[in-house]
C-alpha cells in the first residue's frame, strides 16, 4: 500500500478497513476478536510493517475462513500471492513462517 497510508490515524485505517470489506457486519460477539485481529493484519500491511509475509498470509486465511471478515476467497489468492512474494526472501526457520509456506502451497 501506499507510503501516504503512514500518516492516517487508526480511525481512518479502520474507516478504510471497513470500505475495503463493504461495512460488513462484524455478526455474534464472539466475532469481534477475529474482526479486531483482521483490521490489526490489515493495519501493519497498509503502514509497511510486514514480518516478511505473515500478515498477508494471515489477512488471507481470514478471508479464506470468513474469520472476521466476509468470505471472499479472490482476496484470500491475492493476499497469498503477496504472502508467496514475501516468503521468497525470508531466510529465517521460525516455525510460523514454514508453516505457512507448506498451507500456500495449494495457492501455486
Known amino acids: 500500500m501506499p507510503d501516504r ?60 475462513e470468513g474469520l472476521g471478515v466476509p468470505q471472499d476467497t479472490p482476496k484470500a489468492q491475492a493476499l497469498y500471492t503477496e504472502a508467496i512474494k514475501h516468503y521468497q526472501v525470508y531466510e529465517g526457520d521460525e516455525e510460523k513462517h514454514l508453516e505457512a509456506m507448506r498451507l500456500l502451497e495449494k495457492w501455486l
Open 5 to 64: 497510508l503512514a500518516n492516517l490515524s487508526d480511525d481512518a485505517l479502520l474507516t478504510l478497513f471497513n470500505h475495503y470489506n463493504q461495512s460488513a457486519p462484524l455478526g455474534a460477539p464472539h466475532l469481534v476478536r477475529a474482526y479486531l485481529d483482521a483490521f490489526g493484519y490489515f493495519k501493519r500491511i497498509a503502514l509497511g510493517e510486514t514480518d516478511f509475509g505473515y500478515e498477508f498470509y494471515a489477512l488471507g486465511k481470514a478471508y479464506e
